[in-house]
């Protein structure tokens, strides 16, 4: 079949392959001039099951014409798709060990398999704390084998960062898995997005940036997908504007099902930055928890959340932890 298209002249076709539970999908993208193209032709070839009309730039991960798939995919036993729904719940930034494993425990208590820990760590003050990475690294994954967590959802600035997480969790026995975070700041870090999606070890969560169109970032996501690597969330985590007071980022969640509807992709929410702080109705209720229902009913798969154990004690973001005892 690549022979056919590659005796098309203006035609180059780019071949992806998506393994799923009970069989092997083959995805032929014709990149060129397919006005020439004879569709009923094609759907005549032996193996052809559909031929689709692609009508955006992010092909790879974007729903085509009728295509109600539900594609997702399975990391270190736990089900990512657009009909799951997971809390990672944890330190914006690991401090002590100590922190680490009172979070993970209470984690465990709450019947909780996933988390976020951050090692790595941009900030826009360059004096601000950075993060202890790699150095963290083994601590992390051996306290989340010993308390049950399966996933760790951790941000990465750098491709070395990636080298340094598969390296300690080999050197852990893989007592736990991470999945990639690639924050705002880098959503068009586009050789982070390259070395990222040439792995396939881990899983990757890319956060919308906070300064460029939705359809901009998903196209950053797009790089991860043509690289190769399909496991991908993609995570609102709101957006700069002049109308973001009284919070820290105006809260673009009425995008969650829109991210659906034109992506196959499970799609995360991140409250604590959309909030910033800890402020509350005059019921109690924190404004951080209205926006992550506001989320979850608008269909979000995923919510991402700072807690932290002794929030006083947060060397990042402690203004916007949410307390342990508030995790139920």
């Known amino acids: 079949?690549?022979?056919?298209?590659?005796?098309?002249?203006?035609?180059s076709p780019k071949v992806h392959t998506i393994s799923g539970?009970?069989?092997?999908?083959?995805e032929i993208y014709c990149l060129g001039d397919t006005n020439a193209i004879d569709q009923t032709e094609i759907e005549a070839l032996p193996g052809?099951?559909?031929?689709?009309?692609?009508?955006?730039s992010y092909a790879v991960i974007g729903r085509h014409n009728d295509d109600t798939r539900k594609d997702g995919f399975t990391y270190n036993g736990v089900k990512?798709?657009?009909s799951s729904l997971h809390l990672f719940a944890g330190l914006c930034a690991v401090d002590t060990l100590e922190n680490v494993e009172e979070m993970l425990r209470i984690l465990q208590e709450h019947n909780q398999n996933c988390t976020r820990m951050g090692a790595y760590?941009?900030?826009?003050n360059p004096y601000s704390f950075?993060?202890?990475?790699a150095k963290c690294l083994p601590g992390v994954f051996e306290l989340a084998g010993k308390y049950g967590i399966q996933v760790i959802a951790m941000e990465v600035t750098h491709d070395s960062h990636i080298a340094e997480i598969?390296?300690?969790l080999e050197q852990s026995g893989l007592a736990t898995g991470v999945m990639l975070e690639i924050g705002t700041r880098n959503t068009q870090n586009f050789e982070l997005l390259k070395a990222a999606g040439r792995q396939k070890k881990l899983p990757v969560l890319i956060k919308r940036g906070f300064g460029v169109t939705l359809d901009e970032s998903l196209n950053a996501a797009e790089y991860l997908a043509r690289e190769g690597n399909h496991k991908i969330i993609f995570c609102l985590r709101?957006?700069?504007t002049n109308l973001r007071d009284p919070h820290r980022n105006f809260v673009d969640f009425s995008h969650v099902p829109v991210v659906r509807r034109l992506t196959h992709l499970p799609v995360c929410i991140d409250p604590s930055h959309a909030i910033g702080g800890r402020d509350q109705d005059p019921l109690g209720i924190l404004d951080v928890m209205h926006t992550t229902s506001q989320g979850l009913i608008a269909g979000a798969n995923m919510a991402l959340v700072d807690f932290h154990p002794h929030p006083d004690q947060a060397l990042v973001d402690s203004p916007q932890a949410l307390h342990v005892n508030e995790l139920s």
């Open 121 to 124: 760590k941009p900030r826009s």
């Open 130 to 133: 950075q993060g202890h990475g």
């Open 21 to 26: 539970t009970g069989r092997t999908l083959t």
């Open 166 to 168: 598969v390296k300690a």
């Open 48 to 56: 052809v099951e559909k031929v689709v009309s692609v009508s955006r």
């Open 80 to 82: 990512f798709d657009q």
């Open 1 to 11: 079949m690549i022979n056919y298209f590659s005796a098309r002249p203006g035609i």
């Open 238 to 240: 709101e957006m700069k």
